[in-house]
């Protein structure tokens, strides 16, 4: 063991974690208004991936043109989610919500395998991501440059949104208090919304990036990095956009230098130390790194 | 005093409210003219509160009309009635405690276009220069008086045409409060319509034109603001007038 090739592990953490990281901070940002977790998150960026691969990516588009693509699908279906499933429980409970995220989940993931059957789909890679780059030893692959520069960018860019603007401030008002929030005249509908567009929209292109990064897509690709990245904001501490995308760069290193480190044996328990941290996390430290106190929601 | 017909601002009629069995509000009605600072006095349990929900639609009435500007607002969403021109200050004053004291400012300024919101602004921390003092501050982290400030300026920066002050007094020391009513006589100077909600009948009759006193969900007793004060049954349940 040595430097090159922990540094190595270093790269191969911040690539999955990037991923992971993408993932919550979509994930967090539905729930930091509506207290949900939807658990239909993952299977947004599978149907964003799945449609990629079989209508998009057979006509040669260009690479930036079906990232954008993949976006505005999976934006537009968790709006549509939104809508058809979780307006209607607005005055039901948290675990009434959670549940239907559950079953919106399960549809997708079904309604997916029937569509498309179970066989993985080639998705048709780009060469400059996934060529390999070398520093000083060190490989990088084009794609997990590109998934993490989207993860630092929608990170920044839903920060600034959220504390600078009108709506983006409207989300937290009407996740904090939603009676007071209909006292200055806002329309909850619109910032639940755009955060279900936004947020979807980033599981869109975690679909599209991860096309590109493994080189084949499948119905089956959402459920376990939903958990992961539910896992990464619970970690970052929920609610927090800059916590979820730190989560999940933590537990892409959590997780790598579990298998890297260790013999080669307990790589197979991989899932089960990301849940052991999880754990970890909520007996020590509930609120996450980030998380502030839940206390201050009345 | 005017002579000329003012238009009224509220007008409540038949109130009836009931919350899971319990009537809080049993055929209550209520004007407010334009420009006039309008009180309603009474206890706890009174339904004082449930009567300014009521006019913000956050309850529906099981019977009654509520009119504001002459439009019913029945079947209004609650984020509609703010948009007529309605800032309601809730009870316990309903700051965003996670929000800043400026993102609390820019959500009560939510319907104003941004062009305007500097100058409200301006004139809200002219009025409370407190307030500028704590821009970044988390709601959560400022004091009872601070944040009543906080509130009476986030409804003040929505330009309202009436504002609902639900107990501004409640939970704050005697000179705080006082301090809260002098602001308010400064904004009814202004020509802005109050209506406003007190236990503390002494200072609220002393900004108020007219006043209502509300017991067990009922209208007790009206008139202008000198004629409540001189009743005995004020003077002794709210006055400390024996």
């Known amino acids: 063991m040595n430097g090159t090739y922990l540094l190595q592990q270093l790269v191969n953490g911040l690539a999955i974690g990037s991923l992971y990281a993408l993932l919550a901070v979509g994930l967090s940002m ?166 279900f567009f936004l947020g979807s929209m980033l599981a869109g292109a975690a679909g599209v990036l991860w096309g590109w990064k493994f080189g084949q897509v499948a119905p089956t690709m959402g459920f376990v990095p939903m958990l992961k990245a539910f896992v990464a904001a619970v970690i970052g501490g929920i609610g927090s956009i800059p916590g979820a995308f730190l989560g999940g760069i933590v537990l892409g290193l959590a997780e790598v230098f579990f298998v890297g480190l260790l013999p080669a044996t307990y790589s197979g328990y991989r899932d089960v130390f990301v849940f052991a941290l999880l754990f970890l996390m909520l007996l020590v430290r509930p609120t996450g790194i980030l998380g502030v106190s839940l206390a201050r929601k009345a | 005093m005017t002579t000329a017909p003012r238009t009224p601002v509220l007008q409540v009629a ?143 920066v929505a330009r309202p045409r009436l504002l609902v002050l639900d107990e501004p007094s409640m939970g704050l020391a005697p000179l705080l409060a006082r301090e809260t009513f002098r602001a308010i006589e400064q904004i009814k100077r202004t020509g802005v319509t109050v209506l406003l909600v007190e236990q503390n009948a002494r200072l609220a009759l002393q900004v108020a034109d007219r006043a209502w006193v509300l017991a067990g969900g009922v209208v007790e007793a009206s008139g202008t603001a000198e004629e409540v004060a001189r009743l005995g049954s004020v003077r002794r349940a709210y006055l400390g007038v024996a």
């Open chain 1, 30 to 195: 539905v729930y930091g208004i509506l207290r949900l977790i939807n658990f239909a998150h993952g299977e947004l960026m599978m149907v964003a991936a799945m449609a990629s691969a079989t209508f998009l990516a057979g006509l040669r588009v260009w690479p930036p043109l079906l990232l954008v693509g993949g976006m505005l699908l999976g934006g537009v279906l968790g709006v549509v989610v939104e809508r058809v499933a979780y307006s209607r429980l607005r005055q039901a409970s948290e675990v009434n919500l959670l549940v239907t995220s559950l079953a919106v989940s399960t549809f997708l993931a079904t309604g997916a395998l029937m569509l498309w059957s179970g066989q993985p789909r080639r998705f048709e890679r780009v060469e400059v991501l996934s060529r390999l780059y070398e520093v000083g030893g060190v490989f990088v692959r084009g794609a997990d440059i590109a998934i993490l520069a989207m993860a630092v960018v929608s990170m920044a860019l839903l920060t600034w949104l959220t504390s600078r603007t009108r709506l983006g401030v409207a989300m937290r008002a009407v996740a904090e208090d939603l009676r007071v929030a209909y006292l200055m005249g806002i329309d909850p509908s619109r910032p639940i919304l755009l955060a």
């Open chain 2, 14 to 156: 038949g109130l009836h409210v009931s919350y899971g069995g319990v009537r809080a509000l049993r055929g209550v009605d209520l004007e407010v003219l334009e420009g006039e600072t309008a009180v309603v006095l009474g206890a706890n349990g009174a339904g004082k509160t449930t009567l300014l929900s009521a006019i913000s639609n956050l309850v529906r009435p099981e019977a009654g009309t509520i009119r504001l500007w002459g439009r019913d607002t029945r079947n209004m969403p609650p984020h509609e009635v703010a948009a007529l021109g309605v800032a309601h200050v809730p009870e316990g004053r309903g700051v965003f405690a996670g929000l800043t004291v400026r993102e609390n400012l820019m959500m009560g300024a939510y319907r104003v276009p941004a062009s305007e919101r500097r100058a409200l602004e301006a004139q809200v921390t002219e009025l409370f220069p407190r307030l500028k003092e704590r821009w970044g501050w988390r709601a959560g982290n400022l004091s009872g008086g601070e944040q009543q400030m906080l509130a009476i300026a986030r409804a003040l």
